[in-house]
């Protein structure tokens, strides 16, 4: 056997029995034991696996890291699900079929999919699963804007000045953000700034969608101020204080009551696209309602 093929079909034994002896490696690969001893110091030096006394093991697999420091989607989509799904109600009910609208990656701008089935919009969108969701229940034009997927925050970020989004300009941008605060929107993470500011740039007005727990978080990095903001939706749960304050700084502020929540759209909206996909074509979807039925 040529000597790759035999150290890929060693690797191969290792990952399916995550160790083997010396002897076991010469009965499944037909070599000899000098032959065996060989291709694992060959692989050990070029980090592939780990070597035994006696074998080999495979190699502990790291845990895959993120660059984003930001939370994540999944996590973030179960808290204040009542508050969330009434502000993303009422930003639907401020599109009008026709414009060209940027809706940016976050849980309560994500819960925008389930009203926006029945709108005739372009969206530009950084939400991959977003993106998904509309392709797949909607007549809405799609664009993503090109770049890196970070699965766990749901975002396509791309770190370069000419991407193809650069060329669309929208009437609206809804934003979800990590805090807000008298110094304007908040976030966490260097390159999530670096993207948002060029899609603020591409937006006429700019629409911020928060629960009321926004407004007691703080972080690091400073988006944009609050002179850039024309309207925030927020639920009835924001104090008088954070209220008068945004209306200080000219922000029209939009109260909503948090709306009961069934259990099975929080749990569709943590589905794959290939599953959600699934419950559509099984028809225990109802487009209208967004209820797995």
């Known amino acids: 056997m040529i000597n790759h093929k035999r150290h890929k079909?060693?690797?191969k034994l290792l990952d399916e029995r995550e160790h083997a002896s010396v002897q076991q490696l010469?009965?499944?690969?037909?070599?000899?034991?000098?032959?065996?001893?060989?291709?694992?110091?060959?692989l050990a030096a070029k980090n592939q696996l780990t070597r035994t006394r006696g074998g080999a093991q495979r190699l502990e697999q790291k845990k895959k890291s993120y660059t984003l420091?930001?939370?994540?989607?999944?996590?973030?989509a179960q808290q204040?699900?009542?508050?969330?799904?009434?502000?993303?109600?009422?930003?639907?009910?401020?599109?009008?079929?026709?414009?060209?609208?940027?809706?940016n990656g976050g849980t309560t701008t994500f819960m925008m999919a389930e009203f926006l089935v029945e709108k005739q919009l372009k969206i530009l969108t950084n939400s991959f699963l977003m993106a998904e969701r509309l392709l797949v229940t909607s007549d809405n034009e799609i664009i993503l804007p090109g770049g890196k997927v970070y699965r766990e925050q749901n975002v396509i970020l791309s770190p370069f000045e000419n991407d193809v989004a650069q060329h669309h300009?929208?009437?609206?941008?809804?934003?979800?953000?990590?805090?807000?605060?008298?110094?304007?929107?908040?976030?966490?993470?260097p390159l999530l700034i670096q993207a948002e500011k060029r899609l603020i740039s591409q937006a006429e007005e700019l629409i911020v969608l928060v629960d009321s727990s926004k407004f007691q978080r703080k972080a690091g990095l400073v988006l944009c101020g609050l002179n850039r903001v024309s309207t925030v939706?927020?639920?009835?749960?924001?104090?008088?204080?954070?209220?008068q304050l945004l209306?200080?700084?000219?922000?029209?502020?939009?109260?909503?009551?948090?709306?009961?929540?069934?259990?099975?759209?929080?749990?569709?909206?943590?589905?794959s696209s290939h599953d959600y996909a699934a419950v559509l074509e099984s028809g225990s979807y109802h487009r209208h309602a967004g209820l797995v039925s």
């Open 26 to 42: 010469m009965d499944w690969l037909s070599a000899s034991a000098a032959t065996v001893r060989r291709d694992i110091s060959w």
């Open 169 to 189: 300009y929208a009437a609206k941008m809804f934003m979800g953000v990590y805090g807000l605060s008298i110094l304007g929107l908040m976030e966490a993470d």
């Open 69 to 76: 420091s930001s939370e994540t989607f999944q996590n973030n």
């Open 247 to 271: 209306e200080h700084y000219g922000v029209r502020v939009i109260t909503v009551e948090p709306e009961a929540v069934d259990p099975r759209v929080v749990e569709a909206s943590a589905l």
């Open 233 to 243: 939706i927020t639920d009835t749960g924001a104090s008088d204080s954070a209220v």
């Open 9 to 11: 079909r060693l690797l």
């Open 80 to 103: 204040h699900t009542a508050a969330k799904r009434a502000i993303a109600r009422y930003a639907t009910s401020m599109c009008n079929n026709g414009e060209t609208i940027i809706i």
